[in-house]
């Protein structure tokens, strides 16, 4: 061996510390390589090249060069690890026993680097590795780096699409079914993050949005509700006896599991009046008569297919505690008039003894008026649009039960059969069932929303965009992970998630392993060199 290398085994069994000046040899691959892209830039072959060839070649000399320098580092590490004599694992047992040279593969963005360490053992326990604890490596192989591009890329593709991404921005090939797996491993920690969260106070005068609403998105057969798993092997045992296929409609509920999406938001008062809305919904954009409706700031959304919906709606509420503690903000909810989110809205109110005003969402009811068109006007009729327009002032200046009085009236002036009429007494019926939740004046006048535009538009872009893509069906582990990453991609706390992600996985991983005061953070001399 020669002289200038230290024994790696001799010095962690005699404690001492080759000197730094010996260890230069380490980074010796990488000035090599380093010489060598110099040499090359400066050749006749890359002056031959366009812009985009000599990018290409200088990207993947330059990850080389990073994968070199940084497998130098970690050998200068292993060369210089000291035995420690007082290493504990959680149960207080010292590790006398020591051996060195235990070797790990670890793959980074830039390529596969090797980690050689000491193993503190003991019999029937699992080997301890300060060292790994230092560095604060996973459980899997794969860097931080590569798990936080996964995630990224999850938020925003499919996870075939999502390998080759992260393939493309290094020097690595990554699989389907890896990246799946590090995205199910990295949202592990998305109720926790938000316990953890402490939102900025904001004036009392605020509005406190809750919004929910689900959204169904195609699963596995494993992945199914056990109600609709029932259901979908009787239509298939049905089927299978009388030879005809399903209804389209009726078999696409069966292969589907619902998501329950809340939101939170901070609304500043924008008072507007009828005729606000009204100019919104009906006249021309360019017509300029709109008053700009009230804005939300601070959006959170809570996402899971896997949990019931009341968990969902319950996160939502716990996040309303951490904006208003002292509850002196007003809290409203807007939401499709789902009798479920009601109820539930209303006993998580009333276990705060918060009170918490819920409205219809207008565009739920104006659909409602629509199918009440269909019944008094032929198809194209330009007087539909008109008389819509009048039902929804009346319902926004609080006159609903006028509405849906009229509305009966009228089906019964015209001696509409009960076929004809279905649409008229759908309405009406609709209309009369959530009386209580139609205060459109007290919304407008204190500046509130009157629509659920925010939840819808969450569920747009991460159920519907995202989840129902053609051919997809879904298995409940990977489709959680990929509500909850897109959940941070649209509150904007995907950067600040990963940090808090790596200090728990750190904390799992490594600090729950040695005995309470020997965690690396705590007493760093008993674990680092």
């Not at 699409?161 to 090939?173: E, L, Y």
């Not at 006048?445 to 009157?450: D, E, K, N, S, Y």
Request: aromatic share 8%; charged share 30%.
């Amino acid at each position: 061996m020669d002289a200038s290398i230290p024994d790696t085994a001799r010095d962690a069994q005699s404690g001492t510390q080759p000197a730094h000046t010996d260890l230069e040899d380490v980074f010796a691959p990488f000035r090599a390589h380093a010489e060598k892209m110099i040499s090359w830039a400066g050749s006749d072959e890359a002056h031959r090249l366009g812009h985009a060839a000599l990018e290409e070649h200088a990207w993947a000399d330059a990850l080389e060069g990073a994968r070199l320098l940084t497998q130098g580092h970690l050998d200068q590490r292993a060369r210089t690890e000291r035995r420690r004599d007082d290493v504990r694992d959680a149960d207080g047992r010292r590790r006398p026993t020591v051996e060195p040279g235990h070797e790990r593969r670890r793959l980074l963005i830039f390529g596969e680097v090797s980690t050689s360490r000491l193993a503190y053992r003991a019999d029937g326990k699992d080997n301890l590795y300060p060292q790994d604890a230092e560095l604060a490596w996973g459980v899997r192989s794969y860097s931080a780096g590569i798990t936080k591009r996964v995630a990224e890329a999850t938020a925003v593709a499919p996870f075939e699409q999502v390998a080759d991404m992260v393939s493309a921005a290094g020097a690595i090939r990554l699989g389907k079914r890896q990246s799946e797996q590090l995205a199910v491993e990295t949202a592990v920690d998305f109720e926790a993050y938000y316990a953890a969260r402490r939102p900025e106070p904001c004036p009392d005068t605020t509005g406190l949005l809750i919004s929910c609403d689900g959204s169904a998105l195609p699963v596995r057969p494993d992945a199914l509700r056990p109600a609709t798993a029932k259901a979908h092997a009787t239509r298939a045992l049905a089927a299978a006896e009388h030879g005809w296929p399903d209804e389209p409609t009726e078999l696409r509920r069966s292969r589907t599991r619902t998501a329950e999406l809340a939101a939170v938001a901070d609304i500043p008062p924008a008072p507007r009046t009828p005729g606000d809305v009204l100019g919104a919904l009906f006249d021309p954009p360019q017509s300029g008569t709109a008053t700009p409706g009230p804005r939300a700031t601070g959006r959170t959304v809570f996402a899971s297919v896997a949990r019931p919906a009341a968990q969902v709606i319950a996160d939502a509420f716990t996040e309303a505690d951490r904006r208003d503690p002292a509850r002196t903000r007003p809290w409203f909810a807007v939401i499709d008039g789902n009798n479920h989110q009601i109820e539930t809205i209303e006993a998580l109110a009333t276990a705060r003894g918060k009170k918490v005003t819920i409205l219809i969402d207008l565009l739920h009811v104006q659909g409602y008026l629509w199918k009440a068109a269909k019944v008094f006007f032929y198809d194209k009729d330009p007087a539909a649009r008109a008389w819509v327009r009048e039902q929804t002032g009346k319902v926004l200046d609080g006159a609903a039960r006028d509405v849906w009085v009229g509305i009966r009236r009228r089906a019964t002036r015209f001696s509409y059969t009960a076929t004809e009429r279905a649409g008229a007494d759908e309405c009406a019926d609709y209309l009369e069932r959530k009386g209580n939740y139609l205060d459109y004046p007290a919304f407008l006048t204190a500046g509130w929303p009157v629509a659920s535009g925010l939840i819808e538009g969450a569920a747009k872009w991460m159920i519907k965009d995202r989840m129902q893509i053609s051919g997809a069906r879904w298995g409940l582990d990977g489709a959680e992970a990929v509500l909850r990453l897109r959940a941070l991609r649209g509150n904007v706390d995907l950067d600040d998630y990963f940090t808090f992600h790596l200090e728990q996985a750190r904390r799992r991983n490594h600090a729950t392993r040695y005995w309470p005061t020997d965690t690396p953070c705590e007493q760093p001399e008993a674990l680092a060199a």
